[in-house]
């Protein structure tokens, strides 16, 4: 086996630091801000980019470098650049490049802040967002103006589960000369590539399930190396850093990456297998279930399904909240990919500030309820939304 062929488990275990002087087995944590330089001609190389190497935590540390090289391992990428948190990564991606008149298509089934970023930030520097539905992939081209520069999805979505080909988006960006971005937190670069299909950068919440254990925040984009470069230059500059420590934890984090979403992805569809037959559930949606309207889709693009279900309980909003009132172990949150299994009621949380129409429209009905499952015992998580269902 070639060095460059490693299978994804390898990667992520073997790709670590070079060993100091001490030979120690993990790599050591980096805790300082800034790095001292040999004399003055060294100092000049660095600050010029002449030579590669660490300035200051803020620009690059050893840690955050061993995790961005881990990711962009696993999803075939370029470069990369790691934030503080996944919202910072969304938000460097857009300012860094984009300009004032351009124009953004996205999805409209797009995190509740990144929705906010479209629709209340962007603006200020005329920056305007067109939304597609995702359930309407051929409607897409219809958005696109002179002016478009990114066209942006995730898949799956949060919290509605819905899939959107990859690959259709990849021959719309490639027709058109935009930059395809995809958030593939849900999916993991376990699950899903969307580079092979023609995306130029992802982006991930390291928070999630790259962290796994409800732990620290992190983010970060990898793609293209020339776009990572103006990425890069816009979070030097700003300051949304990922902190050394928490990139040494998510970096041990992706050591146990595969293991976990295998389990994650194995409960996940015997609870949705379950919801599906009980009585006081009208629909359930995950992507490896058949029931799935993109069930075809989502077996190309995806490994697995994923770790989050999405179901509607009959009776709307109050019986929605009386599930969520009910709940004994699982956790009541708002993150998720965490170990525990996490349960979610969007329209009387997340999503209470949309009117029930814009709801609607990205699927999020009174009933909805999204379930992270998490590593538990099968029987035990069942057991606990089965009560709360009775």
Same mark, same amino acid.
């Given at each position: 086996?070639?060095?460059?062929?490693?299978?994804?488990?390898?990667?992520?275990?073997?790709?670590?630091?070079?060993?100091?002087?001490?030979?120690?087995?993990?790599?050591?944590?980096?805790?300082?801000?800034?790095?001292?330089?040999?004399?003055?001609?060294?100092?000049?190389?660095?600050?010029?980019?002449?030579?590669?190497?660490?300035?200051?935590?803020?620009?690059?540390?050893?840690?955050?470098?061993?995790?961005?090289?881990?990711?962009?391992?696993?999803?075939?990428?370029?470069?990369?650049?790691?934030?503080?948190?996944?919202?910072?990564?969304?938000?460097?991606?857009?300012?860094?490049?984009?300009?004032?008149?351009?124009?953004?298509?996205?999805?409209?089934?797009?995190?509740?802040?990144?929705?906010?970023?479209?629709?209340?930030?962007?603006?200020?520097?005329?920056?305007?967002?067109?939304?597609?539905?995702?359930?309407?992939?051929?409607?897409?081209?219809?958005?696109?103006?002179?002016?478009?520069?990114?066209?942006? $999805?995730? #898949? +799956?979505? &949060?919290?509605?589960?819905?899939?959107?080909? /990859? @690959?259709? %988006?990849?021959?719309?960006?490639? !027709? =058109?000369?935009?930059?395809?971005?995809?958030?593939?937190?849900?999916?993991?670069?376990?699950?899903?590539?969307?580079?092979?299909?023609?995306?130029?950068?992802?982006?991930?919440?390291?928070?999630?399930?790259?962290?796994?254990?409800?732990?620290?925040?992190?983010?970060?984009?990898?793609?293209?190396?020339?776009?990572?470069?103006?990425?890069?230059?816009?979070?030097?500059?700003?300051?949304? $850093?990922? #902190? +050394?420590? &928490?990139?040494?934890?998510?970096?041990?984090? /992706? @050591?146990? %990456?595969?293991?976990?979403?295998? !389990? =994650?992805?194995?409960?996940?569809?015997?609870?949705?297998?379950?919801?599906?037959?009980?009585?006081?559930?009208?629909?359930?949606?995950?992507?490896?279930?058949?029931?799935?309207?993109?069930?075809?889709?989502?077996?190309?693009?995806?490994?697995?399904?994923?770790?989050?279900?999405?179901?509607?309980?009959?009776?709307?909003?109050?019986?929605?909240?009386?599930?969520?009132?009910?709940?004994?172990?699982? #956790?009541?949150?708002?993150?998720?990919?965490?170990?525990?299994?996490?349960?979610?009621?969007?329209?009387?949380?997340?999503?209470?500030?949309?009117?029930?129409?814009?709801?609607?429209?990205?699927?999020?009905?009174?009933?909805?309820?999204?379930?992270?499952?998490?590593?538990?015992?099968?029987?035990?998580?069942?057991?606990?939304?089965?009560?709360?269902?009775?």
């Amino acid at each position: 086996m070639s060095e460059n062929k490693k299978k994804f488990e390898t990667e992520a275990i073997r790709t670590q630091l070079e060993r100091t002087q001490f030979l120690e087995h993990t790599s050591p944590l980096y805790l300082t801000s800034s790095f001292v330089f040999e004399d003055a001609e060294d100092m000049r190389a660095s600050f010029t980019e002449e030579k590669d190497r660490n300035i200051y935590s803020r620009f690059t540390n050893p840690n955050t470098t061993e995790f961005v090289e881990k990711i962009c391992k696993m999803e075939g990428a370029e470069s990369g650049y790691a934030f503080a948190t996944g919202m910072a990564a969304v938000f460097s991606t857009f300012a860094a490049l984009l300009s004032s008149g351009d124009h953004v298509v996205s999805a409209r089934s797009v995190f509740g802040s990144t929705h906010t970023l479209f629709t209340k930030y962007l603006p200020k520097w005329n920056i305007e967002t067109s939304y597609f539905n995702i359930n309407e992939p051929e409607t897409i081209e219809s958005f696109i103006k002179p002016e478009t520069k990114i066209l942006y $999805a995730e #898949s +799956p979505t &949060n919290p509605g589960i819905d899939i959107i080909d /990859l @690959e259709l %988006l990849g021959n719309i960006a490639k !027709k =058109h000369n935009l930059i395809l971005v995809i958030d593939n937190c849900f999916a993991t670069p376990y699950l899903q590539q969307p580079i092979k299909y023609g995306a130029h950068l992802v982006i991930h919440s390291a928070t999630k399930l790259i962290d796994g254990q409800g732990r620290v925040l992190g983010g970060v984009t990898v793609g293209n190396a020339d776009l990572i470069r103006e990425i890069y230059l816009f979070a030097r500059n700003t300051g949304p $850093a990922l #902190s +050394p420590f &928490n990139a040494w934890t998510l970096s041990k984090s /992706l @050591e146990t %990456l595969a293991v976990r979403v295998d !389990k =994650h992805c194995e409960n996940a569809l015997k609870v949705a297998e379950f919801l599906e037959n009980h009585p006081k559930v009208n629909w359930v949606k995950y992507p490896f279930l058949k029931s799935h309207p993109q069930y075809e889709v989502a077996k190309k693009q995806m490994k697995l399904g994923g770790n989050i279900v999405a179901f509607e309980v009959k009776g709307g909003i109050e019986e929605g909240r009386e599930f969520i009132n009910a709940i004994k172990m699982c #956790s009541l949150s708002a993150n998720l990919g965490d170990t525990r299994t996490i349960v979610t009621h969007p329209a009387s949380t997340t999503h209470s500030s949309l009117v029930e129409a814009d709801r609607l429209v990205v699927n999020i009905t009174d009933g909805l309820v999204r379930v992270s499952v998490g590593l538990e015992h099968v029987d035990d998580i069942i057991g606990d939304l089965e009560q709360a269902l009775g």
